[in-house]
């Protein structure tokens, strides 16, 4: 098991050795826990907090333990302190303490403020965002009472507004210290600490279900209800969201560029800006047309989007609409660039537009915000690639601002999986599972077991699971969408393409193909735990389950020592679709060849970080899968 902090000692501990020597086990620990080192304004914001520390905690009894700089392991968010021991009543509680070194602080609005000459997010909602996360998603949350407080040791009294956070100030130790003690009575036993600290992540806000659950909240922008939800919105999210709003109110003409990997929070961020944009230009303006209109191309995410909105607030999924749609030229980046004409216009998954759908986007709004990855391209067509969005912004003289969102917040294994996948991508020679991996990735000999397990999950611990699969042996039957057809069936026996590998399993499964009715069911009612059908790449980008099995197909295999186009491709879609390139790349094309193998990287990158807590994969092809094995430390039966 990694380790989830940098630091733990007990309060004797703690106080018997000297800052210096806490620094240096601080920084190596720090190393261990992000494979980074501790840059020069972490180490001194340490170095100045420690003294304090020490003193606020020399009334605790010894067995308290403090652990310093402790990883929410969902997320790149870590807590400076947290203190376990035991209440009065002998609950086993934690103290999840925000320390401050700010000399000068300024109020920005009730989510940031301005902090010796930086923005940041105000030190209340971090605490919220963090007790929130602990109590609805730590796997020992049931042992523990959570209780948040914010230490501003350089700031005098009152210089900020808390509401729901006890707050401490310069000269405080003593009370500060008293506070603590009145919580944390007693030490914690061996059993409690070990739960908590080699804990994990047993639980996540799904995106669909955490957008209906929380969506009152997420329409009055009442960030610090979703904190406490445990959906807060990160400091770097409530900065990009801040700033957005900021602009849309000022009726400026600006362009955000905002990048982001799988995971990083870029569909819920688009959410939550439309709904607050919604909610901000309506009580300032009593101007309810045209203010904000969130378009996507992916029509399988939007029909299923849709039908948490109308579940929700009937009438308002219209503010949901295709970018794109498919030569008929009436999507909102397609046709006339200023007629309607929006304050904010947001575009999810924009890295799958064409340069033209970028050049009507842009003026579209007064407010333009572009989210995407060049990493998750999928086909020769589209053109989101960051200095296509740069050129059209330059020529059409509009102010452009480039953001990136660095955090991951789906994946358990967070972003040591992340490296992973990334390596085994593009550096296969490289790739090693890392050892103590908080996550459930898997690879399956065979199928059924696969399947098994998945089935396992979903009724003994009531997880949402789902199968994806290479877009490969079979086209799917568009006329005939529901229909258990022949070019419908994608795991069974026959194939459309021919491959008997599945004569004798006894297995039936089928391509998901309805947009609107199939894939709302799939991926938000719970029919993907039926496991009867599975998503190609077109039906699960946006989409994420708990555990994802993948269906690795013959299209990207490994051969002498690197990866290689496969023998099978039934991609038709896009302009030259995959399977075009594939044809040409046999040809003798080695341009073309690069060009489908960076296509292809981009889809399995997509497969393998669906999965919240687990992937599992299942190999057609031997030779891929003898590789993939070598490189996981475990079989399936001894994780």
Request: glycine fraction near 8%; charged fraction near 25%; include cysteine.
């Amino acid at each position: 098991m990694a380790s989830n902090f940098a630091l733990v000692k007990s309060i004797a501990e703690f106080l018997f050795l000297n800052p210096e020597e806490i620094m240096r086990e601080l920084r190596n620990g720090f190393q261990k826990l992000t494979g980074e080192q501790m840059n020069r304004e972490q180490a001194l914001a340490w170095s100045g907090a420690l003294p304090h520390l020490r003193k606020a905690l020399s009334k605790l009894p010894n067995g308290v333990l403090v652990a310093l700089e402790y990883a929410l392991p969902m997320s790149n968010e870590r807590i400076d302190v947290v203190l376990l021991g035991s209440s009065p009543e002998d609950k086993a509680k934690v103290v999840v303490l925000e320390l401050k070194g700010w000399r000068q602080v300024r109020c920005l609005n009730n989510n940031l403020l301005q902090a010796d000459g930086e923005q940041r997010q105000h030190p209340e909602l971090q605490v919220l965002n963090y007790i929130g996360k602990l109590n609805y998603s730590h796997s020992a949350a049931d042992r523990f009472d959570f209780v948040g407080c914010a230490w501003l040791y350089n700031l005098p009294p009152g210089k900020l507004m808390f509401r729901k956070v006890r707050a401490f100030w310069r000269g405080q130790e003593e009370e500060f210290g008293k506070y603590l003690s009145e919580h944390l009575a007693r030490p914690v036993n061996k059993e409690e600490a070990k739960a908590f600290l080699e804990g994990n992540y047993v639980q996540t806000p799904r995106l669909l279900e955490a957008i209906r659950k929380n969506f009152d909240a997420l329409r009055q922008g009442a960030v610090d209800a979703l904190s406490e939800s445990g959906f807060g919105p990160s400091e770097e999210q409530v900065k990009l969201l801040n700033e957005v709003q900021e602009a849309v109110q000022s009726g400026e003409r600006v362009c955000y560029l905002v990048q982001g990997k799988p995971g990083s929070g870029k569909s819920y961020l688009a959410v939550l800006m439309l709904l607050m944009t919604l909610k901000n230009v309506n009580q300032t303006n009593n101007h309810r047309n045209n203010v904000a209109v969130l378009g996507y191309r992916n029509n399988r995410l939007i029909n299923t989007l849709r039908k948490v909105f109308r579940e929700c607030s009937p009438g308002l999924d219209t503010v949901l609409k295709f970018y794109s749609t498919g030569g008929k030229g009436n999507g909102l980046a397609e046709g006339d660039p200023k007629n309607p004409h929006f304050r904010l216009a947001i575009y999810d998954e924009a890295q799958r537009m064409t340069k033209e759908n970028m050049r009507v986007a842009m003026q579209r709004a007064d407010v333009t915000v572009f989210f995407y990855d060049e990493a998750q391209i999928l086909n020769a067509d589209e053109e989101g690639w960051t200095q296509n969005f740069k050129e059209i912004a330059m020529d059409l003289r509009i102010d452009l601002r480039e953001r990136t969102l660095n955090g991951i917040y789906r994946v358990q294994g967070g972003s040591a999986y992340h490296k992973f996948v990334e390596t085994l991508l593009t550096n296969p020679s490289q790739a090693k599972l890392p050892e103590g991996l908080n996550y459930d990735f898997r690879i399956f000999t065979d199928i059924k077991e696969m399947i098994g397990t998945l089935r396992q999950k979903a009724n003994q611990s009531q997880s949402k699971v789902a199968l994806v699969a290479a877009f490969t042996e079979s086209p799917g039957d568009r006329e005939n969408p529901q229909a258990e057809s022949l070019k419908n069936r994608r795991i069974g026996y026959p194939l459309c393409s021919g491959f008997n590998h599945y004569k004798d399993s006894g297995l039936d499964i089928y391509w998901l193909m309805d947009e609107k009715e199939q894939y709302p069911a799939f991926w938000y009612g719970g029919r993907s735990n039926d496991l009867t059908h599975c998503a190609s790449i077109y039906g699960c980008q946006g989409f994420e389950a708990d555990y994802v099995g993948v269906v690795w197909g013959r299209d990207f295999v490994f051969r002498n020592d690197h990866w290689e186009l496969g023998e099978n491709c039934e991609d038709n879609i896009g302009h030259p679709s995959l399977k075009q390139l594939f044809d040409e790349a046999r040809c003798g094309n080695h341009e073309v060849r690069d060009q489908a193998l960076r296509l292809l990287i981009n889809r399995y990158r997509i497969f393998l970080t669906r999965g919240i807590h687990g992937t599992y994969v299942y190999c057609e092809d031997e030779e891929t899968a003898h590789f993939l094995r070598k490189i996981v430390p475990y079989n399936v039966n001894s994780y």
